[in-house]
C-alpha cells in the first residue's frame, strides 16, 4: 500500500466545515483512497473511499485531485461527535487477506 | 444499517484461562478479520477467514486461533491468556473486490489479563 501523510492535528469549529488533507504522491493506478476515523474507545469507522472522481456520501465529501497525489475529506458541517482521530489510506479495494493498517492520521478536535 | 457487534466490550480474565471472543456481522459478507490494537503499535492483523471453515494466519497468530463455523461468526479464542494479550480487540468484515466500502468494524473488547 502506498504511504500517506496527514498532518498530526487541527482543530474546526462546531457548525463549520472541516477539510482534513491527505497527501499519497506514490499512489499505483489501481490504488483506492479510503478514508476511516476512530473516535476514542471505539472500533474504527469506514468513511468514504474513491479511486478518481469526487465522492459524496451522508458522512462527507472526499475530493481527489487530478493526478491523483493528495485529497481532501470534507465533514460538511462538523459537530462536537465528530471528534476523532481520521486515518487516510490507499489501497487496493478489499480483497481477502488485505489488512488494515492505519498510519498516525489527524486527530481532529472539534470546539463549540 | 450495517452491523458489526462483540459479545463485550470489556473483559477481564485471569492468566491461563482460556477466552472466547465472539464476533457476529449481519452484512453477508465473506471477509472477517481480527486485530488488536496498543498504543504506539497501531492495528495489528491477528487472522482473517475469507469463507465459512477458511481461516488464514495474519502478523500476529501466536497464542491465539479462529474458528469460524457459519458466514456470520468469526471467534477469537485466546488458549491460555497471558498478560500480554491485554489489548482491544476488534473484530471487521468486509465484502471481496476492489470498488468495495472498507472494512465494517466492530465496537471492540478490551481485554485484561491479570
Known amino acids: 500500500d502506498a504511504k500517506t501523510t496527514q498532518p498530526p492535528s487541527m482543530d474546526c469549529a462546531e457548525g463549520r466545515a472541516a477539510n482534513l488533507p491527505c497527501n499519497h504522491s506514490?499512489?499505483?493506478?489501481?490504488?483506492?483512497v479510503y478514508w476511516y476515523r476512530q473516535i476514542h474507545s471505539q472500533g474504527p469507522q469506514y468513511i468514504i473511499h474513491g479511486l478518481k472522481n469526487n465522492e459524496t456520501n451522508e458522512m462527507a465529501s472526499l475530493i481527489i485531485t487530478e493526478d491523483r497525489k493528495s485529497s481532501t475529506l470534507i465533514l460538511p458541517h462538523a459537530t462536537l461527535r465528530d471528534t476523532a482521530v481520521y486515518y487516510c489510506?490507499?489501497?487496493?479495494?478489499?480483497?481477502?487477506?488485505?489488512?488494515?493498517?492505519f498510519g498516525g492520521g489527524t486527530r481532529v478536535l472539534v470546539k463549540p | 444499517d450495517v452491523k458489526v457487534t462483540q459479545s463485550s466490550r470489556y473483559l477481564v480474565k485471569r492468566t491461563g484461562e482460556k477466552v472466547f471472543l465472539e464476533c457476529v456481522q449481519d452484512?453477508?459478507?465473506?471477509?472477517m478479520f481480527w486485530y488488536r490494537q496498543d498504543p504506539g503499535l497501531g492495528l495489528r492483523l491477528i487472522y482473517f477467514?475469507?469463507?465459512?471453515?477458511?481461516?488464514e494466519k495474519g502478523d500476529i497468530p501466536e497464542g491465539y486461533s479462529v474458528s469460524r463455523e457459519k458466514k456470520e461468526r468469526f471467534s477469537l479464542i485466546l488458549e491460555s491468556a497471558s498478560t500480554n494479550q491485554t489489548s482491544m480487540y476488534l473484530c471487521?468484515?468486509?465484502?471481496?473486490?476492489?470498488?468495495?466500502?472498507?472494512?465494517?468494524f466492530g465496537p471492540g473488547t478490551r481485554l485484561t489479563v491479570t
Open positions: 452484512m453477508d459478507h465473506e471477509n
Open positions: 471487521a468484515s468486509t465484502s471481496p473486490g476492489t470498488d468495495v466500502p472498507g472494512q465494517y
Open positions: 506514490t499512489i499505483s493506478g489501481n490504488e483506492y
Open positions: 477467514s475469507y469463507d465459512v471453515k477458511m481461516k
Open positions: 489510506i490507499v489501497r487496493v479495494g478489499s480483497a481477502a487477506g488485505n489488512k488494515l493498517t
